[in-house]
């Protein structure tokens, strides 16, 4: 009962309150371009390149703060030069992909730990963008957030096709005539887009976490590639208004609260699917 009590109180809050509307507008933005474009990097098997951008974008952060410019349109430059580097080196020289991710990963990090510390006084806190701070969101925020959310929802469903090609066989779609480094270079862009949307919600520490789970949650149970595309977008979602709710209904930190709140939708379809294929298996061992 007073667990109930709680729950309406916060999901009232939402409603009463401009910074939680905005927390929930930012959080489904997330929501959906996140696993939007996560379901290719799973496909190619690059689950984790979301880490290593994050860490780029960071740099961009602290690059921002020292030119006392905007930190997320700074971040979303130097992130996209950064993707679009590790597709490049991926791509065109003989330096693993898994490699290059790393250098990015750790340069990415220990730029912008260098950079912030020439950044003026009381500016110089990267935590809201390395752990989130969606309670923060501004209007103008959400204005940016918008925008390239927009952007990477429409390349996704106009180069759809294309971009599942890629991700599936590289090989097969030059004998198709597709531009495979072009498309992998447009995936890459989205990606760092993508991050830099949703390191105010989780942060770039945990935004990985959102491209990923909701999609191997999806995966267990979807019959196909869109609907994986579907399932993961509709559990990122569920996944951000609930950690919203919770986390101001317990006084948790938003992001993480968002992060574990897929992990366990991850737990729930796991072992809904688990069960199936046993009761499968007693079904056909009994036939």
């Given at each position: 009962?007073a667990?109930a009590?709680?729950?309406a109180?916060?999901?009232?809050?939402?409603?009463e309150?401009?910074?939680l509307?905005?927390a929930l507008?930012?959080a489904?933005l997330?929501?959906?371009?996140a696993p939007a474009?996560?379901?290719?990097?799973v496909?190619?098997?690059?689950?984790?390149?979301?880490?290593?951008i994050?860490?780029v974008?960071?740099?961009g952060?602290a690059l921002?703060?020292v030119?006392?410019?905007?930190p997320?349109?700074v971040?979303?430059?130097v992130?996209?030069?950064?993707?679009v580097?590790?597709e490049?080196?991926?791509?065109?020289?003989?330096?693993?992909?898994?490699?290059a991710l790393a250098?990015?990963f750790y340069?990415g990090i220990a730029?912008?730990?260098?950079?912030?510390?020439?950044?003026?006084?009381?500016?110089?806190?990267?935590?809201q963008?390395?752990?989130g701070t969606?309670t923060?969101t501004?209007?103008g925020?959400l204005v940016?957030?918008?925008v390239?959310a927009a952007v990477?929802?429409?390349?996704?469903?106009l180069?759809?096709?294309?971009l599942?090609?890629?991700?599936?066989?590289?090989e097969?779609a030059?004998?198709?005539?597709?531009p495979v480094?072009a498309i992998?270079?447009t995936?890459?862009?989205l990606t760092?887009?993508?991050?830099?949307v949703?390191?105010r919600?989780v942060?770039v520490?945990l935004?990985?976490a959102?491209?990923v789970?909701?999609?191997?949650?999806?995966?267990l149970?979807a019959r196909s590639?869109r609907?994986?595309?579907?399932?993961a977008v509709?559990?990122a979602?569920?996944?951000?208004v609930?950690?919203?709710?919770?986390s101001?209904?317990?006084?948790l930190?938003?992001?993480?609260t968002?992060v574990?709140m897929?992990?366990?939708?991850?737990?729930?379809?796991l072992?809904?699917s688990?069960?199936?294929?046993l009761?499968?298996?007693?079904?056909?061992a009994?036939g």
């Open positions: 009962m667990l009590l709680v729950a109180n916060a999901i009232s809050a939402v409603f309150y401009d910074f509307r905005r507008i930012a489904v997330v929501g959906i371009t474009v996560g379901v290719f990097l496909q190619r098997r690059l689950a984790l390149i979301g880490d290593g994050g860490h974008a960071v740099t952060v921002g703060l030119l006392n410019r905007a997320v349109a971040a979303v430059v992130a996209v030069i950064g993707a580097a590790i490049l080196v991926r791509s065109l020289s003989d330096t693993s992909g898994e490699i250098v990015m340069g730029g912008g730990v260098v950079l912030v510390s020439k950044a003026p006084t009381g500016s110089r806190n990267l935590t963008y390395l752990f969606i923060t501004s209007n925020d940016v957030f918008g390239l990477v929802l429409a390349v996704v469903l180069g759809g096709p294309a599942f090609t890629v991700s599936n066989d590289e097969f030059r004998a198709l005539g597709l480094l992998n270079l995936l890459a862009a760092a887009l993508t991050v830099v949703s390191m919600v942060g520490l935004v990985s959102l491209m789970v909701p999609v191997a949650a999806a995966q149970f590639f609907g994986t595309c579907i399932g509709l559990l979602v569920a996944a951000a609930l950690g919203i709710v919770v101001y209904a317990a006084d930190p938003s992001g993480g968002i574990l897929a992990i366990g939708f991850f737990v729930l379809a072992a809904t688990s069960l199936r294929r009761v499968r298996s007693a079904g056909g009994r």
